[in-house]
């Protein structure tokens, strides 16, 4: 079993910056992927961001240039900058350690005003 509990959300100006931080309750050394998920209200959940267990990182193309996703030992944060109304969402931290073994944080909101 791994913990993740999100924190750093909250309501940021168009523009602006937050940073939020995941913390598992493992070292993320035995976590094979880590990323960060978005679920706008009435929308379906969307893959924001990815990292591997060796770095790697991916992003959508719709946060690209503007988010980063990092890790240390059991951290993963996203900083997100140049914030938009349409970023407004809960952010969800997962974690992927085998196919069987998913894990899902409990959700941050982050709301962008225009």
């Known amino acids: 079993q791994v913990q993740l509990v999100e924190s750093g959300g909250g309501l940021v100006q168009a523009g602006g910056s937050l940073r939020l931080s995941c913390a598992a309750s493992r070292s993320i050394s035995i976590i094979n992927t880590m990323a960060w998920y978005r679920q706008a209200p009435g929308k379906q959940r969307e893959l924001v961001a990815t990292i591997t267990r060796g770095g790697s990182t991916n992003y959508a193309d719709s946060v690209k240039g503007r988010f980063t996703i990092s890790r240390a030992v059991n951290t993963v944060w996203l900083q997100m900058n140049s914030l938009k109304p349409e970023d407004t969402a809960v952010y969800y931290c997962?974690?992927?350690?085998?196919?069987?073994?998913?894990?899902w944080g409990q959700g941050t909101q982050v709301t962008v005003s225009s």
């Open positions: 997962n974690a992927v350690v085998t196919s069987r073994e998913i894990f």
